[in-house]
């Protein structure tokens, strides 16, 4: 089978391998779509803490089961899937709480085990979630970072009367919108980030105002609004301390990113408004929730897809979605 290997830092190569054969309680996907995520591009390029070399990568996939190992019903053989890429121990300390995302023994599919930029991927039967006829397979790949908004989301608890900021346009900023408005009827979504192409998306994703602080600061630009739930996905380490400072009273943050940069904020500027700090990495059981809002048409992943590409243009691909924020949003493989 051919697939994307990292080899080490800054080598992509596309090999031939041989079929990996699913262990006990694993299915084995062939692959049909698997979307490009920035985490990609940092193990590509050594940014990655987490990965390990030579590595497959890709963890937003879809495919067909082809084969199952022992113990695994064969019944499942044809069955359209996508991987949840979280693998956990399910008897640690997280685990026991509902929260294999954070597993003591956390290995996620594309990161530290081999992932889904090949023609085939093994997975335990239990992240290969049924995915419904109604969700096309060219838009499958797409449920992974839609959990990635379940998950925050679980945590910020929005309500229709929330007056919600989110940080960033991208694909984690794009999904975000889409759930608040879609799945939890928020009134109001507001949205910054730099680019104008990247904010007209937000706006197709259901964005009620839309801000570029590339010039003028986002405190100049609100008038006083005070935001009552607001999620950082841009990540830069300083936006905490101004959502801090713009948030209402009582108001929740949501945190997704993983620079090791200090962030400089105050216990003042936090407990004066009584504000709430969450963060959410990856997804703990989250893939039939997304599935279920795509079926019911709560939330529109193909809002996010700009490009699809072949998996032999992969190196091409990743590049695009790099260098290209301004044209790029989600960037699919198709794998035949
Ligand atoms: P992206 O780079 O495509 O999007 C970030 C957006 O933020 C860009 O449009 C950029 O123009 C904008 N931006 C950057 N600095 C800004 C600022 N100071 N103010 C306003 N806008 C700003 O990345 P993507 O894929 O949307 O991911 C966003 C972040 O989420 C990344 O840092 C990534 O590491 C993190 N992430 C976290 C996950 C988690 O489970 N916690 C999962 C996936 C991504
Ligand atoms: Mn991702
Ligand atoms: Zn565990």
Not at 118 to 131: F, T
Not at 229 to 253: G, K, M, N, Q, Y
Not at 318 to 327: G, S, Y
Request: a negative charge; hydrophobic letters at 45%; charged letters at 20%.
């Amino acid at each position: 089978m051919k697939s994307v290997v990292i080899e080490q830092p800054g080598e992509l190569r596309i090999q031939t391998r041989p079929l990996p054969e699913p262990a006990s309680g694993e299915v084995r996907v062939k692959v049909r779509y698997a979307s490009i995520c920035g985490s990609d591009v940092h193990i590509w390029h050594g940014h990655n803490p987490f990965a390990r070399y030579p590595r497959v990568i890709g963890h937003e996939f879809f495919g067909v089961i082809d084969a199952v190992g022992a113990g695994v019903d064969a019944g499942r053989i044809g069955e359209r899937v996508a991987v949840d890429p979280v693998v956990s121990c399910g008897h640690c300390y997280p685990c026991s709480v509902g929260r294999p995302n954070v597993c003591r023994e956390l290995q996620v599919i594309g990161v530290h085990r081999d992932g889904g930029f090949s023609e085939y991927a093994v997975a335990p039967a239990s992240n290969a979630y049924r995915v419904p006829d109604s969700i096309p397979d060219k838009l499958a790949s797409l449920i992974e970072p839609f959990t990635i908004a379940a998950n925050i989301t679980a945590f910020l608890q929005p309500a229709a009367q929330d007056v919600a900021l989110i940080y960033g346009a991208g694909p984690m900023g794009l999904t975000a919108i889409q759930v608040l408005k879609g799945v939890y009827g928020v009134r109001q979504v507001l949205v910054v980030d730099r680019l104008p192409e990247r904010l007209a998306l937000a706006q197709q994703s259901g964005a009620d105002a839309v801000f570029n602080n590339s010039e003028v600061p986002l405190a100049a630009q609100l008038e006083g609004v005070q935001p009552t739930l607001i999620i950082d996905a841009a990540c830069h380490p300083a936006i905490l301390a101004e959502a801090a400072a713009l948030a209402s009273p009582a108001a929740r943050i949501g945190l997704l990113g993983f620079s090791a940069e200090p962030c400089t904020v105050t216990q003042q500027s936090l407990t004066s408004k009584e504000l709430s700090l969450f963060t959410s990495r990856l997804n703990s059981h989250r893939f039939s929730q997304v599935i279920d809002w795509i079926e019911r048409g709560a939330i529109q992943p193909e809002k996010l897809v700009t490009h699809y590409f072949p998996l032999a243009q992969v190196e091409q691909a990743m590049t695009l979605f790099e260098k290209d924020p301004r044209t790029c949003c989600k960037v699919i493989l198709s794998i035949e």
